[in-house]
């Protein structure tokens, strides 16, 4: 099946908001919100059942980019009238985790299945330099022996954290899981810091977030690499 949807541009959406009362823009944000969150799990669930798969024009993910500006968009119109937005619980989440990214330290990627190898990938820097290596084990531990390769890669830091930015990592949810399958595919990414504060770490279980692909692109794993655990 294949769906079709015509989209406004932001500053549509911000010239119709300064037109609206606070109450009106509120709606309008908690709307846009709503809309990407059902866009989000529509992928992920796709992902799962291939079969109820929706071919969306404009793509769900160009939509999602959309929704954010238009949410974007209505809080400025909102404020511009004399409100004052107050971030809700997921929001001060996301934008914890985008300001602690000026202190990441580390990035741990596994992913394994039951009958399966584990891979691991790292992400660590020196300086301006990122640093990658790869781990590959029979079990979900690793040790310094199970270690295939490091490199040094061609972006520097700051690009690697514009990278990580851009997929938005803090609106995932902290666990992903399945219910309907038992063993499958783990996954784990875990994100070190050098202010002292906790890691912060996301998990699924045959589940996965609906840009997940994105982050694996990242880690430099490739398509076959990932969809023989999928």
Not at 16 to 31: G, M, R
Not at 76 to 86: F, K
Not at 127 to 137: A, K, T
Not at 184 to 204: H, K, L, M, V
Request: glycine share 4%; hydrophobic share 35%; aromatic share 14%.
């Amino acid at each position: 099946a294949q769906e079709v949807i015509v989209l406004l541009s932001p500053e549509c959406i911000y010239e119709d908001c300064k037109k609206k009362s606070l109450d009106e823009i509120l709606s309008d944000i908690y709307s846009f919100k709503t809309s990407m969150g059902q866009l989000k799990s529509d992928i992920e669930y796709e992902a799962i059942d291939r079969s109820c798969r929706v071919i969306m024009c404009p793509s769900s993910e160009l939509q999602i980019d959309f929704m954010r500006q238009y949410i974007d968009a209505a809080k400025l119109a909102y404020e511009e009238r004399g409100g004052e937005y107050i971030l809700s619980k997921s929001e001060r989440r996301s934008q914890e985790f985008e300001e602690r990214l000026l202190a990441l330290e580390r990035i741990e990627f596994v992913i394994g299945g039951y009958f399966a190898t584990h891979t691991k990938r790292v992400i660590s820097f020196e300086s301006s330099q990122v640093f990658l290596s790869d781990f590959l084990s029979v079990f979900s531990t690793f040790s310094p022996a199970d270690m295939i390769f490091s490199k040094v890669l061609t972006m520097t830091r700051n690009e690697f954290i514009e990278r990580i930015k851009s997929l938005y990592i803090g609106e995932w949810h902290r666990n992903y899981r399945n219910p309907y399958v038992l063993d499958g595919t783990q996954w784990e990414a875990t994100f070190s810091y050098s202010d002292g504060g906790r890691p912060i770490t996301f998990y699924g279980s045959n589940k996965y977030p609906y840009n997940f692909n994105d982050i694996c692109k990242l880690m430099q794993l490739k398509k076959k690499e990932v969809s023989e655990y999928q």
